[in-house]
């Protein structure tokens, strides 16, 4: 439906170039139809997919069918990101930035990946990893993982020490 819209947007730009280069008022007076036209195609369009209309909740329960019939399901654990999707950045308190800032403890690194990790991660499951110090991997601007929070943890374990 939108690529209809599209083409009637395109049609009254063009029908508006010649009333402007003419001075015809029929051209003009075509763009601005197109342009009604193309409004009212839209109207109609949001009219149909309304939310609590009883024929388009239909017709999107039957799209639903048909593509999870057609949808590969594939179990995965459930507190451990995909492999290809990236975990989420912990959200630091500017406070505990500081502290790990000055930190030595090691975190885990995943070579091309944004974020630092506790070696304890089940989301570095079978993955190669490299250690560095906290403070130089905050310097080579990883990130925290928000999935094992190593911030909120090695803050933690400083304070208490």
Known sequence: MLFVVLLLVLAALGLLVPALATSNTIWAWSSVGASVLAALVLAWDWWRRRPGDPAADAQSVDQQAVADDQRVVVPAEADTPP??????????????????????????????????????????????????????ARQLQFTPCAHCTPDAVLVRRSRTA
Not at 96 to 122: G, W
């Open 83 to 136: 492999a290809d999707e990236e975990p989420l950045e912990e959200d630091t308190d500017a406070a505990d930035l500081l502290v790990v800032a000055d930190l030595v403890d090691e975190v885990r690194v995943l070579d091309e990946r944004p974020r630092y990790h506790l070696s304890s991660c089940s989301w570095l499951a079978g993955r190669p990893t490299l250690g560095l110090p906290v403070q130089e």
